[in-house]
C-alpha cells in the first residue's frame, strides 16, 4: 500500500507499508485468525456433538461428587443391592454403597490421571525431540528404541509388561 504525506521541507515522501492478511501471515497463524477455525470445527455436526459428549462427560466428572449426599466408601448393608431410585440414583453395590458417588469419584480421579499423562508424555516428548535434534548421534538411538517398541503388537507388550512386573502394580 502507497501513502504520500507532505514532509515539512515541502517535497513529498512515499510511505511504503506492508499490510498481511491473515493468510499471508503463515497457516497456522491464518487457522486461528478470528476465531475461523473453531467456526469452521463446529460446523460440522461430528465435531459439535463429540465435543458436547465429551463436554458433558468433563462437567460430570468434575460436578457430580457435590450432587451426591452419600460417602463414596461409606457402607449401609440395609441398602444392599438398592435398584435405581430417587435417593440413589444408579442403585448399591452389594455392600450398600452408591454406585452414583462411587462413579463420580472414579470419573474424577480418570480426568485428574489422564491430564497428568498428557502434560507428563508433552513434556517428555518435547525434551526427547529437542534432545534428538540438537544432538544429532541421539537422534539414530532414539529412533531405533522406537523402532524396537513398534515392531510388537502393543498388546503382547502389554502382556509381556504385565508378566514381567507382575499383575499387581
Do not use: C, K
Not at 515522501?13 to 491473515?22: E, F, G, K, R, W
Not at 475461523?36 to 468433563?58: E, K
Not at 541421539?138 to 523402532?147: T, Y
Amino acid at each position: 500500500r502507497l501513502s504520500r504525506s507532505a514532509h515539512p521541507a515541502g517535497m513529498s515522501m512515499v510511505d511504503i507499508t506492508l499490510a498481511q492478511s491473515p493468510a499471508e501471515a503463515g497457516p497456522v497463524r491464518a487457522l486461528f485468525a478470528d476465531g475461523s477455525m473453531l467456526r469452521r470445527l463446529f460446523r460440522s455436526p461430528t465435531f459439535a456433538v463429540g465435543f458436547f459428549i465429551v463436554g458433558l462427560l468433563v462437567l460430570a466428572g468434575t460436578l457430580g461428587v457435590w450432587f451426591s449426599p452419600y460417602d463414596a466408601t461409606g457402607m449401609n448393608l440395609r441398602a444392599r443391592h438398592a435398584p435405581p431410585s430417587a435417593a440413589h440414583w444408579f442403585g448399591t453395590d452389594n455392600f450398600g454403597r452408591d454406585i452414583f458417588t462411587r462413579v463420580a469419584v472414579g470419573s474424577q480421579m480418570s480426568l485428574f490421571v489422564g491430564l497428568l499423562v498428557v502434560v507428563i508424555t508433552g513434556i517428555g516428548g518435547t525434551l526427547i525431540g529437542a534432545l534428538a535434534g540438537y544432538v544429532r548421534p541421539l537422534d539414530n538411538i532414539f529412533m531405533r528404541v522406537m523402532d524396537a517398541f513398534m515392531a510388537f503388537p502393543a498388546l503382547l507388550l502389554a502382556i509381556a509388561i504385565t508378566a514381567a512386573l507382575g499383575p499387581s502394580l
